[in-house]
């Protein structure tokens, strides 16, 4: 039996949902938003965040309102399909893309609702007991970049492991640096990213000097161009895919197999593509890890509740949030995360 067809059937009854705006200042260039969807039926709440990046769009969609008729009896089959049917934008979003996330917090809140009605938690209706989450931390190290970000986080927590976005101000004496530590188990060049503020223009000798300096470390989202290719190539083994992957037929369509993609589930959209990516990489022995998206609210366990299920070994890019301030607190939970499933439902406690 598929992951889908295990809980796609889950009854769920609907009497109306509600929108939260979470807000957080994360720099002077930077202030993330995101929506917490509450999805109300049977004396329950099940909840999901959208994620989408531009608070223009959560602007809209909050001052909207709730404008959707999602009363009803239905299954999570049922529910995806009418949440698939719906324009879930007041506005044309900013970037296409958001219109994954939304639904994606849309579909999860509903996922939580239904297994709260059936009294079950996701590890029991997919068969999987959740194991204790192996965790890296995802930094930028400013610009100029330094390698000091690492070495503050470090002085905390000796054990912690590192994904890295290198620069073009990553220079051979940083980079030095930085394999000193031995704490990098992955850089992201982020060759795929138009528009954003993380754009990455690929820099041949930047890839050629953090390749070849990081000789373990997996490579994610270069970009493929007629300058790096002969960089990539003898590499290709490590190299893994994050903003491409939206689906099985974009995992199928890489140039090289990987052995190694982000599964990022808000990427996906809707729970049926995100359990058929599960399920395609075990069948065709590609390892999956799971990835972040700045969540404020429960979307972070959601996220780690799911690498505890199905890639609880891998560098996984779903550390504490706390690991995301610029000067992290003592007292963050360590690498690897305990399982702390609620009762029923589909949330992380903490």
Not at 223 to 241: C, G, K, Q, V, Y
Request: net charge negative; charged share 25%.
């Amino acid at each position: 039996m598929s992951l889908w067809d295990r809980v796609a059937d889950l009854p769920l009854e609907i009497e109306g949902y509600s929108l939260e705006r979470l807000k957080r200042e994360v720099s002077s260039e930077f202030t993330r938003v995101s929506t917490v969807v509450r999805i109300a039926g049977a004396g329950h709440e099940g909840v999901g965040e959208d994620v989408t990046y531009d608070a223009l769009d959560h602007i809209a969609l909050q001052d909207a309102g709730p404008v959707h008729d999602l009363s009803g009896s239905h299954t999570l089959r049922s529910f995806s399909e009418l949440v698939g049917s719906l324009d879930l934008f007041p506005a044309e979003p900013v970037r296409d893309v958001s219109r994954l996330y939304r639904r994606w917090a849309f579909e999860s809140a509903a996922l939580d609702l239904a297994l709260r009605q059936a009294g079950t938690t996701l590890a029991e209706a997919v068969g999987r007991n959740p194991r204790p989450v192996r965790f890296v931390v995802s930094l930028r190290l400013g610009e100029p970049a330094s390698v000091e970000p690492v070495r503050r986080r470090l002085e905390l927590y000796p054990s912690l492991r590192f994904k890295l976005d290198p620069t073009g101000s990553w220079t051979d004496a940083l980079v030095a640096e930085l394999v000193e530590t031995g704490a990098v188990d992955s850089v992201d060049f982020k060759g795929h990213y138009k528009g954003t503020v993380v754009d990455n223009p690929p820099e041949p000798a930047l890839y050629r000097r953090v390749i070849d300096a990081f000789p373990q470390a997996w490579i994610e989202d270069p970009a493929i161009t007629d300058e790096t290719r002969p960089i990539l190539e003898p590499a290709r083994d490590r190299i893994t895919w994050d903003a491409p992957i939206h689906s099985v037929a974009d995992i199928e369509g890489l140039e090289w197999k990987p052995r190694m993609v982000n599964v990022k589930p808000s990427r996906f959209g809707s729970i049926e593509a995100l359990f058929d990516a599960y399920d395609y990489c075990a069948a065709n022995g590609i390892g999956a890890y799971g990835g972040g998206q700045f969540e404020l609210g429960p979307g972070r366990g959601q996220i780690q509740y799911l690498a505890a299920l199905f890639h609880p070994d891998a560098p996984n890019d779903t550390a504490p949030s706390g690991y995301n301030d610029s000067d992290p607190a003592p007292g963050l939970p360590d690498s690897p995360l305990e399982p702390r499933i609620e009762r029923v439902g589909f949330r992380w406690l903490g």
